[in-house]
């Protein structure tokens, strides 16, 4: 086994809670992009937004995937991670790439659950539901064009990970 696996979702899909869990059953290295960046730049991801813009955030976001991406590791991802095509193309050729699928009101049911949702800025400023479904709307497709697995987010993050390890133990994730 050596390997990298990228967990990539919407916001609130549970990349880093399922990533953190798959990383201490594999015995990885368990790294969230987001974290990264705002170690790297001592910064919040909503600073950097608000003061420098998201398109320079994208970039900071690009850096930083290919920063952490060593053998061994599971590296969730920011949400918009997969809307660059660079992107998608550096994860599927270093490892292999789990969508945690989930619907809109789903993850606005999580996100709605957690007050200090802080961490991103509004994309739109609309409500969370609406957002939701613009963002899955524009991104569905790239999730799963990027995606070697797509797995049901709405399971348990014990069932996903025992799911994903059985992968990794019978070749299918190799
Ligand atoms: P992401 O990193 O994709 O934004 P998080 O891991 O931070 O998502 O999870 C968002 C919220 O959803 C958290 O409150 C978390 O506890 C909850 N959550 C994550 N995964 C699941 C799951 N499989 N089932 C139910 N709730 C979950
Ligand atoms: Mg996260």
């Not at 606005?108 to 509004?122: C, D, H, I, V």
């Amino acid at each position: 086994m050596n390997q990298i696996l990228f967990i990539v979702g919407a916001r609130g899909a549970g990349k880093t809670t399922v990533g953190k869990l798959l990383a201490n059953e594999l015995s990885y290295t368990f790294i969230d992009t987001d974290h990264h960046i705002q170690q790297t730049s001592n910064m919040t991801i909503a600073d950097i937004v608000s003061q420098q813009g998201w398109q320079q955030f994208r970039q900071l976001e690009s850096q930083a995937l290919q920063q952490v991406s060593q053998s061994n590791r599971v590296i969730s991802t920011g949400g918009g991670i997969i809307l660059s095509a660079e992107n998608r193309q550096y994860m599927r050729q270093n490892g292999t790439v789990i969508y945690l699928q989930a619907s809109a009101s789903i993850l606005a049911e999580r996100l709605m659950q957690q007050p200090e949702n802080t961490q991103r800025p509004s994309l739109t400023g609309k409500s969370i539901v609406e957002e939701m479904e613009e963002v899955l709307a524009a991104r569905e497709n790239l999730y799963c064009e990027c995606a070697n697995h797509i797995i049901n987010a709405q399971l348990s993050p014990e069932k996903i990970t025992a799911y994903v390890k059985e992968m990794i133990l019978s070749g299918i994730i190799s």
